[in-house]
T-cell receptor, first 112, second 113 residues
């Protein structure tokens, strides 16, 4: 089935630096969702991308879906300590129902 | 607060035992999903129910089973527990059965001794 690889696995940044995490697939994705999980918390839905080349922004967060719908990225501008957590991309795999398959996640740490 | 309620928050038991995890979805949501999160396996989809019926199945072990009741709450039953079943179990819900955002509960942390 479709497997989404997410990189990097870990990222340490200084507060104010930018951060980007990438999801890559060997096959075309129908859509992609992004979730954030704070330490000790549960995944929280951030956004869903459906269209080829789609770009969506949420304040300092920019989400992109590749033209070929095989990759996606999440970019955070000027990180803050509140951005700490693990960011997951996820996609629905059809066949026998819609199964949400999560990437391995990127753990972000922000240092003052 | 996501509106999804999971009980209990923590569960400690021994190998070979059986436990039941409970989930109440957000008001109005018909789909319930179960996930297992462990350090080595990440976040794994187990099973989905929609309006009382099984809708999708992931890599759920035969020792595990789930159901969704008429009031839409769901239970995940784990039996013949093994050390490797120690993990965080999340329930999520969504309004429909398709490609929609999912809202997660706080999870049940299961520890097998």
């Amino acid at each position: 089935g479709q497997q989404v690889m997410q990189i990097p696995q870990y990222q340490h940044v200084q507060e104010g630096e930018d951060f980007t995490t990438y999801c890559n697939s060997s096959t075309t994705l129908s859509n992609i969702q992004w979730y954030k999980q704070r330490p000790g918390g549960h995944p929280v839905f951030l956004i869903q991308l459906v269209k080829s080349g789609e770009v969506k922004k949420q304040k300092r967060l920019t989400f992109q879906f590749g033209e070929a719908k095989k990759n996606s990225s999440l970019h955070i501008t000027a990180t803050q300590t509140t951005d700490v957590g693990t960011y997951f991309c996820a996609n629905f795999v059809s066949g026998g129902g819609n199964k949400l398959t999560f990437g391995t996640g990127t753990q972000l740490k922000v240092e003052l | 607060d996501s509106g999804v309620t999971q009980t209990p928050k923590h569960l400690i038991t021994a190998t070979g035992q059986r436990v039941t995890l409970r989930c109440s979805p957000r008001s109005g949501d018909l789909s319930v999903y179960w996930y297992q999160q462990s350090l080595d396996q990440g976040l794994q989809f187990l099973i989905q129910y929609y309006n009382g019926e099984e809708r999708a199945k992931g890599n759920i072990l035969e020792r595990f089973s789930a159901q969704q009741f008429p009031d839409l709450h769901s239970e995940l039953n784990l039996s013949s527990l093994e050390l490797g079943d120690s993990a965080l179990y999340f329930c999520a819900s969504s309004p429909g059965a398709g490609n929609q955002p999912q809202h997660f509960g706080d999870g049940t942390r299961l520890s097998i001794l």
